[in-house]
């Protein structure tokens, strides 16, 4: 039988298994009962945790095709002593289903005992207490602990707190906090509502896969997704508002990086990136996705895509007032919204309309929004439409929303790597980080939309790709009709593959659709194959360039050539 740890980490926010701080192990169970299994080890964890003074703590877990998610609560000042305890917990049941010779207990309570020791701090849990009853936001980290947000913020290093009678309680306010998640807009979203929240005269925090940002100014540059960006984010002084880009991983690693939020979007649920952390389906990729209506009370508004099944799927589960959005005013949620006095966004005959529950507003023309590429960007107005709803639930005027969509642009200045257009020698090059089929898919079905004498596409994939997803992945990009295929090498992710294989692999599915060798051709990297398409391109060439690394290379290369 298979039974085999994976990881354990600590759980800092609300989760896929459950609301509490603590610690979760994956492990990898084949050939024997995982009910059994995931049983016999809470058993061994409430053994540890009762020696350790934990009579409260209880534990959960998950059931996924390859294994098992086990967790237990613990005190938010003894995550590693929790951490430890799990894996601990875990060795015994493995001795235990294989007849071994157990540990020693006592010995590994000893060591948990001293560990805990190292790790109490009694003064941290009595702020979050305080804080909790005086409504106060608390955040805490290995290394701080901070209240409220913005310009209230105060921070302490976790070992030098004050005592919790000596803080001003009543001086810390929020700011206006949202989630953004889902498979493929993230980016574009967080980015766009940063810049209606600039029209409204806001600065806005930005946490993103690209970067952290509080109004124009950078903080770094890296993906800051996780919960790390977001504590740096609202301790920042200069934040009045919050865009949380919320991924995936950071969800499944630790949690939500804050308990509160005003309001969600979920853009779309799509696969990508299953077998990760026991996520095997897009079903339960998309109950991932849906933690973030956790962050939500009864107060919030959850912003959902009515033209993805997933997402009109898992919004059974959740109680609260949904936005709907659609490109369609026919979607049948968006007509029960209509209806029922709740709020929708949708396009109508060439528009973008809101809906508050009471009266239509006619906002403006889609043509007249650079990012949907005149209206040929689809997954741009659904975009845009998603963003509508979330800034109308955080209390945005109408003009700020407007002139925020009108003002956004489809450059490497306002959205870097999404659909960025330049027009080089009567010729247009897009360049789009897409890297999954639901995005490849939308991004080749705008670019097949744009007149053109001749289409040139470039792209590559990631190594640890199945070959079956780099099939699909491929079969999308296909789907361009061009003349001129380029397949990259990306280098920077051969990830266990050999220089040319994936390059190969491409190839061969290119023409499995139909599409003739001398059309194929390959480059070392995707900044070689920006160069190529350069010297391919004629006036009236459409050119798509698939940049999963080299990005900033590629633009400046763009940048670089002369107008004429």
């Not at 701080?144 to 009543?170: H, Q, R």
């Not at 009109?312 to 029922?340: D, M, P, R």
């Not at 306002?414 to 090059?429: H, M, Q, S, T, V």
Request: proline fraction near 3%.
């Amino acid at each position: 039988m298979k039974l085999e740890l994976d990881e354990s980490r600590r759980l800092t926010g609300p989760n896929l298994l459950w609301n509490f701080p603590g610690a979760i192990i994956d492990v990898f169970v084949d050939e024997v009962d995982k009910h059994q299994v995931a049983q016999t080890w809470q058993n061994q964890a409430k053994s540890l945790c009762d020696e350790l003074g934990w009579t409260a703590a209880q534990s959960t877990y998950r059931i996924h095709t390859h294994g098992i998610s086990m967790a237990i609560s613990a005190p938010m000042d003894a995550l590693y002593t929790a951490c430890e305890l799990a894996q601990h917990a875990w060795e015994i049941v493995v001795a235990e289903l294989r007849k071994e010779e157990h540990p020693d207990k006592g010995a590994i309570i000893a060591k948990l005992k001293e560990e805990l020791q190292r790790e109490v701090n009694p003064k941290l849990l009595q702020i979050i207490q305080c804080a909790h009853e005086k409504g106060v936001t608390c955040i805490t980290d290995d290394d701080y602990l901070s209240l409220g947000m913005g310009a209230t913020v105060d921070t302490w290093p976790v070992k030098e707190l004050p005592d919790s009678d000596a803080i001003c309680w009543s001086k810390y306010q929020d700011v206006p906090l949202a989630f953004i998640t889902g498979t493929n807009g993230k980016s574009t979203s967080v980015r766009l509502a940063a810049q209606i929240a600039k029209c409204a005269g806001l600065s806005a925090g930005v946490t993103s896969t690209d970067f952290i940002k509080v109004g124009e100014h950078i903080i770094d540059t890296g993906d800051y997704s996780g919960p790390g960006g977001a504590r740096m984010l609202v301790r920042d002084s200069r934040t009045e508002i919050a865009f949380l880009e919320v991924a995936r991983g950071g969800i499944l690693r630790r949690g939500l990086p804050v308990n509160r939020v005003d309001a969600a979007l979920v853009t779309n649920v799509a696969a990508d990136h299953l077998g990760q952390y026991g996520i095997d389906t897009v079903e339960e990729l998309s109950e991932a996705k849906f933690v973030v209506a956790k962050g939500l009370d009864n107060t919030g508004t959850l912003v959902l895509n009515a033209d993805n099944e997933l997402s009109v799927a898992q919004s059974q589960h959740y109680k609260g007032t949904i936005c709907w959005f659609s490109e369609s005013e026919n979607n049948y949620l968006v007509q029960e919204n209509l209806t029922n006095g709740e709020p929708a966004v949708f396009s109508h005959r060439g528009d973008l309309v809101y809906f508050n529950g009471k009266t239509l507003d006619r906002l403006c023309a889609i043509d007249s929004v650079p990012m949907t590429f005149g209206g040929h960007a689809h997954h741009n107005i659904q975009n845009a439409l998603g963003v509508i709803g979330l800034c109308f639930a955080l209390g945005f005027e109408r003009q700020h929303i407007i002139a925020g969509l009108q003002q956004f642009a489809s450059n490497a200045q306002d959205n870097p790597g999404r659909g960025n257009l330049y027009d080089i020698n009567e010729a247009k090059y897009i360049v789009d980080f897409a890297h999954n089929e639901h995005s490849m898919k939308a991004v080749v079905a705008m670019a097949s939309k744009i007149p053109a004498t001749q289409r040139i596409v470039m792209f590559g994939h990631a190594g640890d790709r199945t070959d079956a997803e780099i099939q699909h992945l491929t079969e999308a990009v296909a789907g361009l009709d061009a003349e001129i295929y380029i397949t990259s090498e990306v280098g920077k992710y051969l990830r266990g593959r050999e220089p040319g294989e994936v390059p190969g692999l491409s190839k061969h599915f290119l023409m499995q659709t139909g599409i003739e060798e001398d059309k194929i051709l390959f480059s070392a990297s995707p900044l070689a194959g920006a160069q190529m398409a350069l010297e391919l391109a004629k006036p009236g060439t459409v050119v798509l360039l698939f940049t999963l690394c080299d990005r900033e290379a590629v633009q400046q290369l763009l940048e670089q050539q002369p107008k004429v």
